[in-house]
């Protein structure tokens, strides 16, 4: 790991993320009105300079989505802090939940934080002080009345930057965190060696 590289310190484990973050989705979906899309995204800038004057470590960082737009954003040193300083905040808010509404079902399955670990080392090894990575999870408008029956689908895409290159950055997408995320190791040589990978475009 190059000594430079935030964003690995605090005494969270990785695998707490699998803990809170399904419980951020369901919160987040609860105040979202129907018919709005939503999504969660959980971003990395190894290199980031947020904090540096204070001493502080920012280098994760969570945005929340509503119709393509960021509502609420916070950064944490560490992923599973990043995501708690979200349900922190939705703690704290004060909405209101839907009368008789309970929290919709998001299922997420097990195991995928240590594939975050690994994507998130690697990319600390790209020469570009703008690497990182962004791990959304979301749900199109159509699929919102399913998701509050519990019955709705979550979609996770990756994206990389590629060195030089604003746009398009290496892209992935799968309907799961660890099949996104071992498609991403499984095509690190690529990026790693700054040519884009996954899929592209919008």
């Known amino acids: 790991m190059p000594a430079a590289a935030k964003g690995w310190g605090g005494p969270s484990s990785w695998r707490d993320v699998e803990e809170l973050l399904p419980a951020a989705l369901a919160q987040v979906a609860v105040r979202t009105p129907a018919g709005a899309?939503?999504?969660?995204?959980?971003?990395?800038?190894?290199?980031?300079?947020?904090?540096?004057?204070a001493g502080v470590d920012l280098s994760w960082e969570v945005n929340?989505?509503?119709?393509?737009?960021?509502?609420?954003?916070?950064n944490a040193g560490h992923p599973a802090a990043a995501v708690q300083e979200l349900l922190d905040a939705l703690a704290?808010?004060?909405?209101?939940?839907?009368?008789?509404g309970h929290l919709p079902a998001?299922?997420?399955?097990?195991?995928?934080?240590?594939?975050?670990r690994e994507v998130a080392r690697l990319c600390c090894h790209v020469p570009d002080?703008?690497?990182?990575?962004?791990?959304?999870?979301?749900?199109g408008p159509d699929e919102q009345g399913a998701e509050a029956a519990g019955a709705g689908r979550w979609h996770w895409t990756v994206e990389i930057p590629v060195p030089g290159i604003e746009y398009p950055p290496s892209l992935w997408r799968?309907?799961?965190?660890?099949?996104?995320?071992?498609?991403?190791?499984?095509?690190a040589d690529s990026w790693l060696d700054g040519e884009p990978a996954g899929h592209h475009g919008p």
Not at 92 to 99: I, L
């Open 37 to 53: 899309g939503l999504g969660v995204t959980l971003g990395y800038v190894p290199y980031s300079g947020l904090g540096e004057r």
């Open 64 to 74: 929340v989505l509503r119709r393509g737009e960021v509502v609420w954003y916070g």
């Open 92 to 100: 704290e808010d004060g909405t209101a939940r839907p009368a008789g």
């Open 106 to 116: 998001v299922p997420l399955e097990r195991g995928w934080a240590p594939l975050l």
């Open 129 to 139: 002080e703008d690497t990182g990575l962004e791990l959304t999870v979301q749900r």
């Open 174 to 187: 799968a309907e799961g965190p660890v099949e996104v995320l071992a498609t991403v190791l499984a095509e």
